[in-house]
């Protein structure tokens, strides 16, 4: 019986040490997955986001955005703003410059303050005014156009509204690395006649590659600050609008067969100053925006995210 419990103990014993000798190996080997190395240097993965566009392609984004407007240190005015801007390419020229056609087809705001309730519309002046933009596949803009420039008119939100397309200057860099872009100005004819005009500083992150809306995308994050200005005349007099703004936005642009912008979300912050006859106000006006572009319908790949196909895009994807 003590010959019994001899072995039995010896047995333990030995269970023990094997049990206790797996769980070193495997702490070291879990020690060794995860050790980082000081100063080791950081993997950089080289990603590409350009546009490609297509005679007749025809592209509809939902835009949603919200507002809120201080005159002269006054009470805040709200907005909600829904609208659908309709994208076309109309066609491309031997530079391979892209010639696109842009429509805002669907608009609808509601506006309150503390003061007054909601009040709701569903009409603008730049509601179907269709401007023209020649663009290259990085978005630098190289001609502009307005299909009646005799009607003076506004976007929804402001003279500098954020807008879709511009220029981000590279095609491919390296993920993680920063560029900067300056003195660039834009001649905003999308947002109102007369035109505004913004010049811009722009610094610019490859993100690398991600998932979104059904499509494979490059995100780019975008940090810009500029100066806008634009001139309206009433009656004997001008009456000229500036602004300092500060802008952050991430822009996705698909890679594959969808070379477009995919997603597009900007917040921006404008200090606004406007001059009428010697008149010069300048402290206490602010516009804040918070903006999102996303693609809804695509005609060329049969993409439409309103009717819930997002199996056609997943099967098409994988042929």
Same mark, same amino acid.
């Given at each position: 019986?003590? *010959?019994?419990?001899?072995?039995?103990?010896?047995?333990?014993?030995?269970?023990?040490?094997?049990?206790?000798?797996?769980?070193? @190996? !495997?702490?070291?080997? @879990?020690?060794?997955?995860? $050790?980082?190395?000081?100063?080791?240097?950081?993997?950089?993965?080289? /990603?590409?986001?350009?546009?490609?566009?297509?005679?007749?392609?025809?592209?509809?984004?939902?835009?949603? !955005?919200?507002?809120? @407007?201080? =005159?002269?240190?006054?009470?805040?005015?709200?907005? /909600?703003?829904?609208?659908?801007?309709?994208?076309?390419?109309?066609?491309?020229?031997?530079?391979?410059?892209?010639?696109?056609?842009?429509?805002?087809?669907?608009?609808?705001?509601?506006?309150?303050?503390?003061?007054?309730?909601?009040?709701?519309?569903? *009409?603008?002046?730049? %509601?179907?005014?269709?401007?023209?933009?020649?663009?290259?596949?990085?978005?630098? #803009?190289? !001609?502009?156009?307005?299909?009646?420039?005799?009607?003076?008119?506004?976007?929804?939100?402001?003279?500098?509204?954020?807008?879709?397309?511009?220029?981000?200057? +590279?095609?491919?860099?390296?993920?993680?690395?920063?560029?900067?872009?300056?003195?660039?100005?834009?001649? %905003?004819?999308?947002?109102?006649?007369?035109?505004?005009?913004?010049?811009?500083?722009?610094?610019?992150?490859?993100?690398?590659?991600?998932? $979104?809306?059904?499509?494979?995308?490059?995100?780019?994050?975008? $940090?810009? /600050?500029?100066?806008?200005?634009?001139?309206? *005349?009433?009656?004997?007099?001008?009456? #000229?609008? /500036?602004?300092?703004?500060?802008?952050?936005?991430?822009?996705? =642009?698909?890679?594959?067969?969808?070379?477009?912008?995919?997603?597009?979300?900007?917040?921006?912050?404008?200090?606004?100053?406007? +001059? !009428?006859?010697?008149?010069?106000?300048?402290?206490?006006?602010?516009?804040?925006?918070?903006?999102?572009?996303?693609? =809804?319908?695509?005609?060329? =790949?049969?993409?439409?995210?309103?009717?819930?196909?997002?199996?056609?895009?997943? +099967?098409?994807?994988?042929?």
């Amino acid at each position: 019986m003590n *010959k019994i419990k001899i072995y039995y103990n010896l047995f333990l014993s030995l269970a023990l040490l094997f049990v206790l000798n797996i769980s070193l @190996i !495997s702490q070291e080997n @879990i020690e060794n997955k995860y $050790t980082v190395t000081p100063n080791a240097p950081k993997v950089k993965i080289n /990603t590409c986001a350009y546009y490609k566009f297509y005679p007749k392609d025809t592209l509809i984004y939902s835009i949603e !955005s919200k507002d809120s @407007i201080i =005159i002269r240190f006054g009470v805040p005015l709200h907005k /909600t703003r829904n609208e659908e801007l309709m994208v076309i390419c109309d066609s491309i020229g031997a530079n391979n410059h892209y010639y696109l056609q842009l429509q805002t087809i669907k608009f609808n705001t509601k506006e309150w303050t503390t003061k007054y309730d909601a009040v709701n519309h569903n *009409k603008n002046e730049w %509601l179907n005014r269709k401007v023209f933009i020649e663009i290259d596949s990085v978005g630098k #803009r190289y !001609s502009i156009n307005n299909e009646d420039t005799t009607k003076i008119g506004l976007a929804s939100g402001g003279a500098f509204q954020p807008y879709l397309f511009f220029n981000f200057e +590279k095609a491919c860099s390296d993920t993680g690395d920063p560029w900067v872009i300056t003195d660039e100005y834009d001649n %905003l004819v999308e947002n109102g006649i007369p035109m505004p005009i913004i010049q811009n500083s722009l610094i610019l992150k490859n993100l690398g590659y991600v998932d $979104t809306l059904g499509f494979k995308t490059n995100r780019l994050r975008i $940090t810009k /600050t500029g100066q806008g200005s634009i001139y309206y *005349k009433q009656k004997n007099e001008t009456i #000229r609008f /500036t602004n300092i703004m500060a802008v952050g936005s991430y822009l996705l =642009i698909g890679v594959g067969d969808a070379k477009v912008p995919i997603f597009f979300h900007q917040e921006q912050d404008q200090k606004i100053h406007y +001059k !009428s006859g010697k008149t010069f106000k300048e402290k206490g006006n602010n516009h804040y925006t918070d903006a999102t572009f996303k693609l =809804i319908k695509y005609n060329r =790949i049969n993409f439409d995210i309103t009717t819930n196909n997002k199996n056609q895009i997943n +099967k098409k994807n994988k042929k």
